[in-house]
């Protein structure tokens, strides 16, 4: 055990036993690189049953695509996470990174609540390659309330998409309050 932290073992390792609840409505246009439409999703995640550790965590999560002209699409994503009882560090919500927080480390802030919004402005700029401008805002924190808006942290940038025979690869450029970070990912996540 750590002096600092005489605990943190038996916070944070262990058996997680848990059930996973969800309802999926999906209406877009395609599931890598939407461009109408709407994916909207809410779970419930209950732990316990002889495990470890006895939490919940509820999460909402919307998405919503608007073609704009002939080729350019507005996004729009929402999530919020909420969660209860003892949840282990690596089970917290997190935001930071390239798919809730750009501009700011991956998982770089963690809590029994989250909430992240982005939105994106996408364009084609050559065949099978598009750019986005986008702005998000979130954070994830310990709390009982609802009084994450003094504290929410703001990224911006700029983004480029290449669609692949093996999926899109994203790269961002993201601007967050201690500076700017390069994000990388495969795969069209939002």
């Known amino acids: 055990d750590s002096p600092y932290a005489p605990n943190y073992i038996n916070d944070n390792f262990g058996l997680t036993r848990s059930v996973i609840l969800s309802r999926v409505l999906d209406t877009r246009d395609s599931n890598s690189n939407p461009s109408e439409g709407g994916r909207y999703a809410l779970s419930a995640e209950i732990a316990g049953f002889g495990g470890d550790f006895g939490f919940n965590k509820y999460t909402v999560d919307a ?56 939105i994106e402005y996408r364009f084609p700029v050559a065949k099978r390659v598009q750019a986005a401008f986008f702005t998000d805002i979130g954070n994830a924190w310990n709390a009982d309330g609802f009084d994450f808006i003094k504290d929410l942290k703001f990224g911006y940038g700029l983004g480029i998409r290449v669609v692949t025979p093996f999926g899109p690869v994203r790269v961002d450029y993201g601007i967050g309050s201690q500076g700017g970070r390069v994000h990388f990912s495969f795969g069209g996540q939002f």
């Open 63 to 118: 998405r919503r695509y608007w073609k704009v002209g002939k080729s350019q699409v507005v996004a729009v994503r929402g999530v919020y996470g909420y969660g209860t009882g003892h949840i282990p560090y690596m089970q917290l919500y997190a935001a930071g990174g390239m798919d809730t927080l750009r501009g700011y480390e991956d998982d770089q802030f963690k809590g029994n609540r989250m909430f992240a919004s982005s």
